[in-house]
């Protein structure tokens, strides 16, 4: 299956699958420049309490540039509380060469260090990308109450891009899910990864041009 293929070996670098060479972001979008893409219209309901949503998705942003520093694929995440981030996340597979160590699975594993896991029902989850169709079928067992994400995820998204595990047919209640928040930063954040990693790999890939493409 498709999922797996991704996997660019057991690290699964490649898992988030960014072509640089088109588009504006995972999804393939109207890569104009200087336009404003249907994506990044918010929902109503994000738009009631923009700066609180901004504020809590500008700190899985920082988490994402650490990733990004320690040479992570760039993805992160904070779990929200009672309006507190009580757990963070970031990728972390290919340190740890688990395709399984995505950000959304580290953030779940810190809560339940120091929570029960029936609070993640009044949890909310911000996260930099929509999250995978693994992530999301765990953020549904557990009843994670809502998701904000950045930038879809066309290739593995779970919230609607690819499957709606978030609120198809299920044991589990389903849970409401929004995307575009900083979506631009997001994608810029793996911009930045895939060429840093096309740079230094030993045989790069022919990906057509890699440039960074500044707008999005
Ligand atoms: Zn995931």
């Known amino acids: 299956m498709d999922f797996l293929q991704g996997l660019s070996g057991p690290g699964g670098s490649d898992f988030f699958s960014l072509d640089l060479s088109d588009s504006d972001d995972m999804a393939s979008g109207n890569g104009k420049a ?4 249907d994506k990044d219209k918010l ?3 994000v738009v009631k309490n923009l700066e609180l949503h901004q504020g809590f998705m500008r700190q899985a942003i920082d988490v994402a540039e650490e990733a990004l520093k320690g040479g992570e694929t760039p993805v992160a995440c904070v779990l929200v509380h ?3 981030v009580v757990a963070r996340g970031m990728n972390d597979t290919n340190r740890s060469l688990n395709g399984t160590r ?10 339940l260090s120091k929570m029960p896991a029936s609070k993640l029902k009044e949890t909310d989850l911000y996260v930099t990308v ?3 169709i693994m992530c999301a079928s765990a953020l549904r067992q557990y009843g994670i109450r809502c998701v904000y994400f950045g930038c879809g995820n066309d290739r593995f998204g779970g919230n609607g891009s690819v499957l709606p595990v978030h609120y198809d047919k299920g044991l589990e209640e389903g849970y409401p899910s929004y995307g575009g928040l900083f979506r631009k930063e997001a994608i810029m954040l793996l911009r930045r990864f895939y060429i840093q990693e096309n740079e230094n790999a030993p045989n790069p890939r022919a990906k057509g041009n890699r440039e ?3 707008v999005v």
């Open 102 to 111: 995505h950000a959304e699975f580290l953030a779940i594993t810190q809560f």
């Open 212 to 214: 960074l493409k500044p």
């Open 43 to 45: 929902h109503p309901e």
């Open 82 to 84: 009672e309006g507190k």
């Open 34 to 37: 200087g336009t404003t893409s």
């Open 130 to 132: 929509e999250p995978c």
